[in-house]
């Protein structure tokens, strides 16, 4: 074969005309016969047993078909986390209904009618009577002595988890070294796609479920759901629509357990959709948590040892949990090695709503705080933050002393290089800026590091299925899944690379446990890297069953074959043979040895590589009122092979957006008194509009990865990590003051300013020795 001409373009979308059009098929518009609308009832309380439930009044009105509770679930123990199966990295800690709440909005019972307002209506007519219980909010809170255990036998720990490499404490108690601690708060966040959580749960003659959803683990769903509802597999079909957004939050079962019981319950197909409040108050969230952290360095910067520990909230129930400082704790010796280094983590349960798995798995909180600290280190020496990165980040033959990545590539040099020069970060931090003016400006950066898929962690897999028709067009079905990021996108570009034909002759289909090959689903950005492989093996075991068939309808070694644009060409010569439908029909119809072209192949990675990502910011902020505006945003990233640069820079910008909002606006507020979401609108959680957006610029470097099918890494999730850190730095260029927390709001920037009493006049925050 000729080289990629394919992968590594610019291929549109072959979903993107129905979008912009609105003809994709959403949950939402979907219709079946006879289809009933479902309401939620939820506590108002953030922790309590129920006493009693009378549903009665609300199932005796008229249009209400089915209304359940904890009286009509199985009494099931199950794990709400997204992970394959067995799942036993997390605790089994919730049924469909619990008799114990524990958080305010937590479903206590669901009906289902004629209409949504009838089923409205009918959630006022359930009675129930509640045993109000102590509730907490913050880990400290709930980690307290005298607490009362929101899950029996666990001192509201989730879990806890830790370990050591070298002698940490021998190397802070080295006079001769200098020690630097800090502390950093990270907020509770939500993914806030343009689709809420929806679904529609359908039922066939047999009792079968068939669920149609918005989801990205078709097949941990499946399992999830079987176990949960008590029912067999065969009894359960999982159907993937188009996702309006997803981000994590998505991956697990929300609500379509509970939709399942009314659909049972009523034998009738049933719609679950939450409202736009009810999505920021009830559904999931990113996890907040206080970091600490303590480095021993030399007086000319060289690392000598590195404490970290966190403390993170997950809420009422584990959902994704302590996996989420697993992941953490995998990254936190990669960036910068040291000969010794400290990791201990904790999570907490707490009654505030659910916190699971969001884009990044921990990765954003541990990179705006480490990257804050490493700036911290950096001034405490009196070293410019860039050239200490320079100094110690990761190169090529370092010894990080672990074993869980593989390191083949790394352009963390080179995106420093091409974005302290982008920005102008030396000519930058050679002037002097006016001691009397009350706006400042500042520069920072922040470095990222994250993993290519899941192994060696949990279960990791993928598999695909190629069938070639008789005119040589190819079904492709995939168990990985398209959340409109792009994935199956880069699938068919793969396909049709190794097959050799336009991509437009490729249909696929992804995410129907019935259709559909097995696939542990879309997360921690490993479909390219370890579906991309799968679908490479089956394309080319394609490609070589049609040479075969080639070679003997034309009687040419199919060793001396290649296919192209839809024909076969021969190396020796350069010639056409023929056209690849010219074989494919008589392989199809061959009177006397007809055959089928359809190949499957799976594959499970037996390495991790890392991707690594570099922003620098430029902000200016004003002293006096603690408002912070973004000058200029740089993100880049080394994630291997592009295989669609155009859609790999809607990730960089995108991501960079979404951290944007971490950093700055965007915060799940607590009301103290009562559990309940403070801000569950659009109003008043500020996720970044048009407006916010800075002069956003961006780039790759593009390494190869020998691990991959075209030397590609993980590429969804990184951009969303590093721009909320340079944020933060670039503020403490500024000003000369560690906030120590985000979002950079302006009242939590004017209280570190007023906090520091900091005199404006002699700072010399931008000014390096």
């Known amino acids: 074969m000729s080289k990629p001409n394919i992968v590594g373009s610019n291929m549109k979308k072959p979903d993107s005309y129905d979008k912009v059009t609105g003809r994709t098929k959403y949950v939402a518009d979907l219709h079946f016969d006879r289809m009933l609308h479902a309401a939620i009832k939820r506590s108002p309380y953030a922790h309590a047993n129920i006493k009693s439930i009378d549903t009665s009044e609300a199932e005796a009105m008229p249009g209400v078909v089915a209304v359940v509770s904890y009286k009509d679930a199985p009494d099931i123990m199950f794990t709400l986390c997204g992970h394959p199966y067995p799942a036993d990295d997390t605790p089994w800690d919730t049924r469909i209904f619990n008799r114990r709440v524990r958080y305010f909005g937590e479903p206590v019972a669901a009906v289902a009618a004629e209409t949504k307002d009838i089923a409205k209506a009918a959630l006022d007519n359930i009675k129930i009577e509640y045993e109000v219980l102590p509730f907490y909010l913050t880990a400290d809170e709930a980690l307290a002595e005298d607490a009362t255990e929101i899950h029996p036998k666990t001192k509201n720990i989730t879990d806890s988890s830790g370990y050591e490499v070298g002698d940490v404490d021998a190397a802070f108690n080295d006079p001769e070294l200098i020690i630097v601690e800090d502390s950093f708060k990270t907020p509770i966040v939500t993914h806030c796609p343009i689709e809420t959580h929806i679904s529609v749960v359908d039922i066939d003659s047999r009792g079968r479920l068939t669920f149609y959803v918005s989801n990205q683990v078709p097949n941990i769903m499946r399992e999830r759901l079987s176990y949960a509802l008590g029912l067999p597999y065969h009894k359960v079909r999982v159907v993937k629509q188009p996702i309006g957004g997803s981000f994590g939050g998505k991956q697990e079962p929300v609500y379509e357990q509970i939709n399942a019981l009314l659909t049972l319950k009523a034998n009738r197909p049933v719609l679950l959709e939450l409202t736009r409040e009810e999505e920021l108050a009830s559904t999931r969230t990113r996890h907040s948590g206080i970091f600490k952290y303590k480095t021993a360095i030399t007086k000319d910067g060289d690392i000598v040892a590195r404490e970290m520990s966190v403390i993170q909230n997950t809420g009422a129930y584990s959902s994704h949990g302590h996996c989420v400082i697993d992941c953490i704790a995998g990254q936190f ?138 005119d040589a067009s190819a079904t492709l079905k995939v168990g990985c899944i398209d959340s409109g990021q792009g994935s199956v996108t880069a699938m068919q570009q793969i396909a049709a690379e190794e097959l050799g034909i336009p991509m437009d002759w490729i249909h696929t289909y992804d995410g129907d446990t019935d259709l559909t090959p097995f696939d542990v689903g879309e997360y921690a950005s490993r479909q390219t890297y370890v579906a991309g492989q799968a679908v490479k093996k089956a394309a080319i075991k394609c490609r070589e069953h049609i040479l075969e068939k080639a070679e003997k309808y034309y009687n040419v070694s199919a060793e001396d074959l290649f296919t192209e644009d839809g024909n076969i060409y021969r190396h020796s010569t350069g010639e056409m043979l023929c056209q690849m439908k010219e074989v494919t029909f008589k392989t199809y119809y061959d009177l006397f040895t007809p055959e089928s072209i359809c190949h499957h192949a799976s594959h499970a990675p037996t390495e991790n590589v890392l991707t690594y990502g570099v922003s620098f910011a430029e902000v200016e902020v004003d002293m006096d009122t603690g408002k912070v505006e973004i000058i200029k945003l740089i993100n880049s990233l080394d994630c291997g092979k592009l295989v669609n640069p155009l859609l790999a820079e809607c990730q960089l910008f995108g991501g960079a957006i979404m951290n944007l909002g971490y950093g700055m606006t965007e915060q799940i507020l607590i009301d103290p008194k009562t559990g309940a979401v403070l801000n569950d609108n659009m109003l008043d959680y500020k996720i970044p509009t048009f407006a916010d957006i800075p002069d956003l610029k961006g780039f790759f470097a593009e390494t190869l990865d020998p691990s991959s099918a075209y030397g590609n890494k993980a590429l969804g999730e990184p951009p969303n990590m590093a721009p909320s850190a340079a944020l933060h730095n670039a503020v403490y260029d500024a000003t000369g003051v560690w906030v120590g927390e985000i979002p950079l709001t302006p009242e939590r920037v004017y209280a570190a300013l007023q906090r520091e009493r900091i005199n404006i006049s002699t700072s010399t925050a931008t000014v390096y020795k």
Do not use: W
């Open 333 to 470: 010796p990669e960036l910068y090695p040291s000969p010794n280094y400290r990791f201990k983590g904790l999570t907490a349960y707490t009654n505030i709503l659910i916190a699971g798995a969001m884009r990044g798995y921990g990765i954003p909180q541990y990179c705006a705080s480490h990257e804050a600290h490493v700036d911290h280190v950096a001034r405490s020496i009196d070293m410019d933050p860039l050239e200490y990165r320079k100094k110690n980040s990761f190169k090529l033959g370092d010894d990080t002393k672990q074993t869980g990545f593989k390191h083949y590539t790394c352009g963390l040099g080179e995106l420093m290089e091409r974005g302290s020069r982008d920005i102008g970060y030396e000519s930058f931090h050679q002037k002097v800026q006016d001691p009397d003016s009350r706006k400042r400006r500042g520069i920072g950066l922040g470095l990222s590091s994250y993993a290519s898929c899941v192994f060696s962690h949990s279960a990791e897999m993928s598999t695909a299925t190629i069938v070639i028709h008789e």
